[in-house]
């Protein structure tokens, strides 16, 4: 599997204990996930973040309906060039600048990275604020906009943007979540890292983990959560069982 995708994983070790995700086999088929859906996951806000957890950067998740309706994702794929994180899929973003606000950095760098204009996302709320190992904590926010816009991606930074729909990212087999032992000696013996992933014939050989893929799961969580309440709402009849 490390030969199979662009992006270099630097995985430990020894074997990784690999799960499915809680939405394995109840969305099989990917079904569809709309803009009004994801609208739905959003209307509850995250928790606050701990006090005092610094947030280093910001990243915006945008999406807009596709032909048929649904809710499809702008990734980047970083440059090659740069010095972090070469050729890594991600969300456009980058560092808060001292004084501003998360969501306004994501906005900015939305804009300086792939020409997206601030004014046409319609801001639908947070994700969980992303702890990062010796880095400070990363803000997601999720934004739809009405079309699929025309981006300028700025060479310097960005190498291609990837349109992913939601829904295929729900297949099974195209997300896992590994369990990393600890490494270095101040780690203790039983704090394992839990990173997820996402692949699939869509991506090709772009593999999406780490932070991004940590933000999409969060983002797929609450879509399944809502999904699964509209299908079986609080009160209604169930059929009685057969005695005979």
Do not use: K, N
Not at 183 to 204: K, N
Request: proline share 14%.
């Amino acid at each position: 599997m490390a030969d199979a995708y662009r992006q270099h994983v630097p995985r430990p070790p020894g074997p990784a204990a690999t799960w499915p995700p809680p939405w394995a086999g109840r969305r099989a088929g990917g079904d569809a996930i709309t803009p009004a859906l994801v609208r739905a996951a959003l209307a509850t806000p995250p928790p606050a973040p701990p006090a005092g957890l610094p947030v280093e950067a910001a990243v915006l998740l945008a999406l807009y309906p596709d032909a048929a309706g649904q809710a499809t994702a702008l990734l980047i794929r970083r440059a090659a060039h740069l010095g972090r994180d070469p050729g890594h899929v991600a969300l456009p973003g980058g560092l808060v600048e001292p004084g501003e606000d998360p969501l306004a950095a994501a906005l900015r760098e939305a804009d300086e990275e792939i020409g997206l204009d601030p004014s046409a996302v319609d801001v639908l709320g947070p994700l969980d604020v992303v702890e990062r190992p010796r880095r400070g904590a990363v803000a997601a926010f999720v934004g739809l906009l009405a079309a699929r816009p025309a981006l300028v991606p700025s060479p310097a930074e960005v190498e291609a943007v990837l349109d992913v729909p939601l829904a295929t990212l729900l297949a099974d087999g195209v997300a896992w979540e590994e369990r990393w032992p600890p490494t270095g000696r101040a780690a203790p013996a039983t704090t394992h890292r839990s990173v997820r992933f996402f692949a699939c014939d869509l991506l090709g050989d772009d593999l999406v983990w780490g932070v991004t893929a940590r933000i999409l799961w969060d983002l797929l969580e609450r879509v399944e959560r809502v999904a699964a309440a509209a299908a079986d709402p609080p009160g209604r009849p169930r059929p009685h069982a057969r005695l005979d």
